[in-house]
């Protein structure tokens, strides 16, 4: 063990025993409040109403808050002397998912989004946990000075969802107008661990992704005479086959790598050859040259299945790159260790678990990727009860998913493990 986590640790008894205090005084309050910001949720890059509100409380909690950080991001800063400077992120942003989990706060908000559409709204990936667990993570930590020296940056970040929002808030100048930090840590809702339990994955945690948009082309015609066509729907067919052999034979066997067609879209009636069909993927990947592979074997792909299909120069389909993308998130290993070894005295060792890194995305990792090269650790934070986690293990079942619309957190327990893990964490990274 480092002989500064060694001689922390002797102290970790008293200090566990102060953040579980303070954790318990304000739960009450805490579970109120994710109760209000699970009734009231708001879609990516309209955060209005949820962005006043988290600022409302750091303000009372006695942080310098500036909003409208790169659209609605709100950052928090409470200075407590010379120290390290550590920043701690939490996202704003819901779903536009229609909720039927049957919960007394169940939100049943409904909105119009960018499209104009009414679409109804939830926090299905446990934001609204999230910002609770910031929330009283800042609270604990005012009220233990004594105890820290340094800087706590607390971010409240827009556009998760849309993988936006800390491009955003960085490019609004997060790391040049505040203080920059040393490093960055910040939670997630796990939907198939048990609340109580934390979850770290050390190294590569959450992949890139890219959406790939494929417009096949093709020359219509009467679908008695397809001689007189082109068609396209027969050559999008080849291409999504021929897609399938990139992963399987192009990518080094070991090493992650995810092509999905998940949808397709063509022709209007039965016997008519339509000119176009559009094919939408993503691509799910860690390395950054794996990514790369991916993308170029696509574009020789679906060339090469055109020419072979006789299509004619000014019909060759186009495959159009999302500038949506998300970086793979890197959780740096000594960070996570450090982490780690802070957490397990306050809620035991059995209890801080060892996860598998997933294809999901992230943009918490946008703020490791800067000049800064800022060290992150994001921990998962279970959120359902044990017996039922226990039940699904032994029956083979799957727990409904981050966003799904029947995702259900359990507040009070999730909510107070959050608050003591993170309070933690950040109190043993100031002290280092």
């Known amino acids: 063990?480092?002989?500064?986590?060694?001689?922390?640790?002797?102290?970790?008894?008293?200090?566990?025993?102060?953040?579980?205090?303070?954790?318990?005084?304000?739960?009450?309050?805490?579970?109120?409040?994710?109760?209000?910001?699970?009734?009231?949720?708001?879609?990516?890059?309209?955060?209005?109403?949820?962005?006043?509100?988290?600022?409302?409380?750091l303000r009372e909690i006695g942080l310098e808050v500036t909003e409208k950080v790169g659209g609605h991001g709100i950052v928090g800063v409470l200075k407590n002397g010379d120290g390290p400077v550590i920043l701690v992120r939490t996202d704003l942003d819901a779903l536009p998912v229609k909720e039927q989990t049957g919960a007394p706060y169940a939100s049943t908000k409904v909105v119009k989004d960018d499209l104009g559409r009414e679409v109804n709204v939830m926090h299905a990936c446990g934001h609204d946990i999230h910002m609770t667990s910031f929330i009283g993570t800042a609270r604990v930590l005012?009220?233990?000075?004594?105890?820290?020296?340094?800087?706590i940056v607390m971010i409240g970040q827009p556009a998760e969802e849309r993988v936006l929002g800390a491009r955003l808030?960085?490019?609004?100048?997060?790391?040049?107008?505040?203080?920059?930090?040393?490093?960055?840590?910040?939670?997630?809702c796990s939907s198939?661990?048990?609340?109580?339990?934390?979850?770290?994955?050390?190294?590569?945690a959450l992949a890139n992704v890219d959406t790939v948009e494929i417009v096949v082309k093709g020359v219509g015609g009467h679908g008695s005479m397809p001689h007189l066509s082109k068609d396209p729907i027969v050559l999008a067919a080849q291409i999504?086959?021929?897609?399938?052999?990139?992963?399987?034979?192009?990518?080094?066997?070991?090493?992650?790598a995810v092509v999905t067609v998940g949808s397709i879209h063509g022709g209007t009636k039965s016997n008519i050859i339509s000119d176009e069909v559009r094919l939408q993927l993503t691509l799910r990947s860690y390395k950054t040259e794996t990514?790369?592979?991916?993308?170029?074997?696509?574009?020789?792909?679906?060339?090469?299945?055109?020419?072979?299909?006789?299509?004619?120069?000014?019909?060759?389909?186009?495959?159009?790159?999302?500038d949506d993308q998300a970086p793979a998130l890197?959780?740096?290993?000594?960070?996570?260790?450090?982490?780690?070894q802070l957490i397990e005295p306050v809620i035991g060792a059995e209890n801080v678990i060892t996860r598998e890194p997933v294809m999901g995305a992230e943009d918490f990792a946008e703020y490791g990727l800067t000049k800064e090269k800022v060290p992150l650790c994001m921990f998962w934070l279970g959120t359902q009860p044990p017996s039922v986690v226990a039940e699904a293990k032994a029956k083979g079942t799957t727990l409904p998913s981050l966003h799904s619309p029947y995702f259900k957190p359990v507040p009070e327990p999730t909510i107070e493990t959050g608050v003591k893990?993170?309070?933690?964490?950040?109190?043993?990274l100031m002290k280092k």
């Open 142 to 151: 005012s009220k233990l000075r004594d105890q820290w020296h340094g800087t």
């Open 291 to 322: 990514r790369q592979n991916l993308i170029d074997s696509i574009k020789r792909i679906v060339k090469a299945q055109a020419e072979s299909a006789g299509m004619p120069a000014d019909k060759m389909p186009e495959v159009l790159v999302s």
């Open 1 to 57: 063990m480092k002989l500064s986590l060694f001689i922390l640790s002797l102290a970790a008894p008293v200090l566990a025993a102060d953040v579980a205090s303070l954790t318990k005084q304000e739960l009450p309050s805490l579970v109120a409040l994710y109760k209000e910001l699970h009734a009231n949720p708001e879609l990516s890059l309209n955060e209005v109403e949820t962005a006043a509100r988290v600022a409302k409380e």
């Open 192 to 204: 198939d661990m048990a609340h109580g339990q934390i979850g770290i994955v050390e190294g590569y």
């Open 240 to 256: 999504v086959l021929a897609l399938q052999t990139i992963v399987s034979r192009e990518v080094r066997p070991g090493d992650p």
């Open 169 to 188: 808030m960085l490019r609004a100048g997060l790391f040049s107008k505040f203080p920059k930090p040393d490093k960055a840590v910040a939670l997630h």
């Open 330 to 340: 890197y959780n740096q290993p000594a960070l996570c260790a450090d982490v780690r």
């Open 421 to 428: 893990v993170m309070s933690s964490a950040v109190l043993g």
